[in-house]
C-alpha cells in the first residue's frame, strides 16, 4: 500500500505544539526529526551509548507525517496552514512549509528475517528459529534467537566479546550472574558451557520474558535458573540475595555508564577468585571503566579484549 507522506518544516520549540494541531486534525502518526541534544541523565535512563552528539541544534525541527494514497489531504493541508499562520503570532512555528512524497508499505513482520542471518561465534552456531541447520555447522554448540523485541541476538561486538571471554573463563559447574540479561544468551551459552547454577536480572520486565522464552527454544531446563526484574543497583534486597550467594562469575553486558557504578559493587557478588566479565564498553569509555575498576580494592584488573570499537574487560575478586 502506498501513503502520503508529509514533511513540515517547523522550530524546535514548536514541535509539540505542532504534533498537537495534526493529532486535532485526525492525525496518529508522526516523526519528529530535530537535533535536541539528550541530557546525559536521558542517556542513562534510556540505557544507550552515545560514539558523538547529535550535530549542533539550530533550532529547526521536520515533522513527518502520512495519509492514505487516494485521500484528499488537501483541505487538511488547508486547516492546518491556517493554524499555524494563526500560531506564528504567539510562536515561533518557523517556515511551516510542507514538502510531499509518496512511501509504499512493505510486510516488515516477514521481510526483515532476510537480514538476520546465522553466524559462529567461536564454536558456537547462533542462528534464528526459521533457519535450518546446515550440514557445515552440525558439529558445533547450536543456539537459537530470534531478533524479537531487540534484546540481543548476540551478533554485536559487545555480546561476541562476552561469549568469548565466557568460553575462556567458565568452568564446569561454576555459578553465573548475568546483570542485564536482555534476551539470556549469555546464560544460554554459560549453561551450553556446563554452568551450575544460574542468576540473572534485568531492568526490563520483557526481557525476563524473553529470556525464558528462549531458554525454552533451546531446551534447556531453568530448574537452577532464577531470573529477576529489577535494578541491581538500587535493589538492596536484590544486592544482598546476590551477596548470600556469591558466584563464580558475574558477567554484565551493558553499556560503560552502568558498568562503572556496578564495578563498585561486584566484589560482594563473587566468590574469591571469581571473574567479572564487562562489556558494553565503547573505546571512548575504556579508561572511565579501568579506573572504576582499579578504584575497587577487591577487585585485580585481569584483561582487556577488543574488537571494533568495543571493549571488554575483565577483573578478579582477590
Same mark, same amino acid.
Not at 73 to 96: H, I, P
Not at 192 to 210: C, F, N, P, Q, R
Not at 304 to 315: L, N, P, T, Y
Given at each position: 500500500?502506498?501513503?502520503?507522506?508529509?514533511?513540515?518544516?517547523?522550530?524546535? &520549540?514548536?514541535?509539540?505544539?505542532?504534533? #498537537?494541531? $495534526?493529532?486535532?486534525?485526525?492525525?496518529?502518526?508522526?516523526?519528529?526529526?530535530?537535533?535536541?541534544?539528550?541530557?546525559?541523565?536521558?542517556?542513562?535512563?534510556?540505557?544507550?551509548?552515545?560514539?558523538?552528539?547529535?550535530?549542533?541544534? *539550530?533550532?529547526?525541527?521536520? !515533522?513527518?507525517?502520512?495519509?492514505?494514497?487516494?485521500?484528499?489531504?488537501?483541505?487538511?493541508?488547508? &486547516?492546518?496552514?491556517?493554524?499555524?499562520?494563526?500560531?506564528?503570532?504567539? $510562536?515561533?512555528?518557523?517556515?511551516?512549509?510542507?514538502?510531499?512524497?509518496?512511501?509504499?508499505?512493505?510486510?516488515?513482520?516477514?521481510?526483515?528475517?532476510?537480514?538476520?542471518?546465522?553466524?559462529?561465534?567461536?564454536?558456537?552456531?547462533?542462528?534464528?528459529?526459521?533457519?535450518?541447520?546446515?550440514?557445515?555447522?552440525? *558439529?558445533? &554448540?547450536?543456539?537459537?534467537?530470534?531478533?524479537?523485541?531487540?534484546?540481543?541476538?548476540?551478533?554485536?561486538?559487545?555480546?561476541? $566479546?562476552?561469549?568469548?571471554?565466557?568460553?575462556?573463563?567458565?568452568?564446569? #559447574?561454576?555459578?553465573?550472574? *548475568?546483570?542485564?540479561?536482555?534476551?539470556?544468551?549469555?546464560?544460554?551459552?554459560?549453561?551450553?558451557?556446563? =554452568? #551450575?547454577?544460574?542468576?540473572?536480572?534485568?531492568?526490563?520486565?520483557?526481557?525476563?520474558?524473553?529470556?525464558?522464552?528462549?531458554?525454552?527454544?533451546?531446551?534447556? =531446563?531453568?530448574?537452577?535458573?532464577?531470573?529477576?526484574?529489577?535494578?541491581?543497583?538500587?535493589?538492596? =534486597?536484590?544486592?544482598?540475595?546476590?551477596?548470600?550467594?556469591?558466584?563464580?562469575?558475574?558477567?554484565?553486558?551493558?553499556?560503560?555508564?552502568?558498568?562503572?557504578?556496578?564495578?563498585?559493587?561486584?566484589?560482594?557478588?563473587?566468590?574469591?577468585?571469581?571473574?567479572?566479565?564487562?562489556?558494553? !564498553?565503547?573505546?571512548?569509555?575504556?579508561?572511565?571503566?579501568?579506573?572504576?575498576?582499579?578504584?575497587?580494592?577487591? $577487585?585485580?584488573?585481569? =584483561?582487556?579484549?577488543?574488537?571494533? *570499537?568495543?571493549?571488554?574487560?575483565?577483573?578478579?575478586?582477590?
Amino acid at each position: 500500500m502506498k501513503w502520503n507522506k508529509y514533511r513540515l518544516k517547523t522550530t524546535t &520549540q514548536a514541535t509539540d505544539f505542532v504534533c #498537537g494541531l $495534526l493529532i486535532e486534525l485526525g492525525i496518529n502518526g508522526m516523526e519528529v526529526e530535530d537535533n535536541v541534544q539528550l541530557s546525559e541523565e536521558e542517556k542513562k535512563v534510556q540505557f544507550i551509548d552515545y560514539l558523538a552528539d547529535l550535530p549542533e541544534d *539550530d533550532g529547526t525541527a521536520y !515533522i513527518n507525517f502520512y495519509t492514505e494514497e487516494n485521500d484528499d489531504a488537501e483541505a487538511l493541508l488547508e &486547516q492546518l496552514r491556517e493554524k499555524l499562520k494563526e500560531a506564528n503570532s504567539f $510562536l515561533d512555528v518557523g517556515e511551516g512549509s510542507i514538502e510531499k512524497s509518496i512511501t509504499e508499505d512493505v510486510d516488515w513482520v516477514n521481510n526483515w528475517k532476510q537480514y538476520f542471518k546465522s553466524f559462529t561465534v567461536d564454536n558456537f552456531f547462533i542462528k534464528p528459529t526459521w533457519e535450518e541447520p546446515d550440514e557445515a555447522h552440525k *558439529d558445533m &554448540q547450536m543456539i537459537e534467537i530470534d531478533p524479537g523485541t531487540a534484546f540481543g541476538t548476540g551478533k554485536h561486538d559487545t555480546t561476541q $566479546l562476552c561469549i568469548k571471554q565466557l568460553i575462556r573463563y567458565l568452568k564446569a #559447574g561454576d555459578t553465573v550472574l *548475568d546483570l542485564g540479561c536482555g534476551s539470556g544468551i549469555l546464560s544460554i551459552v554459560a549453561k551450553k558451557l556446563g =554452568a #551450575g547454577a544460574v542468576s540473572m536480572t534485568d531492568i526490563d520486565e520483557a526481557a525476563i520474558v524473553a529470556s525464558k522464552e528462549n531458554f525454552e527454544v533451546n531446551h534447556i =531446563a531453568t530448574d537452577d535458573v532464577e531470573m529477576f526484574d529489577g535494578n541491581v543497583l538500587e535493589d538492596e =534486597a536484590m544486592q544482598q540475595h546476590f551477596e548470600e550467594k556469591q558466584f563464580d562469575v558475574v558477567v554484565a553486558n551493558i553499556l560503560a555508564d552502568v558498568i562503572i557504578p556496578i564495578a563498585g559493587i561486584v566484589d560482594r557478588f563473587l566468590k574469591p577468585g571469581g571473574i567479572f566479565i564487562s562489556s558494553g !564498553i565503547i573505546y571512548m569509555k575504556e579508561d572511565d571503566v579501568v579506573k572504576a575498576i582499579e578504584e575497587n580494592d577487591a $577487585l585485580i584488573l585481569e =584483561a582487556i579484549e577488543k574488537q571494533g *570499537d568495543w571493549r571488554a574487560i575483565m577483573a578478579i575478586k582477590k
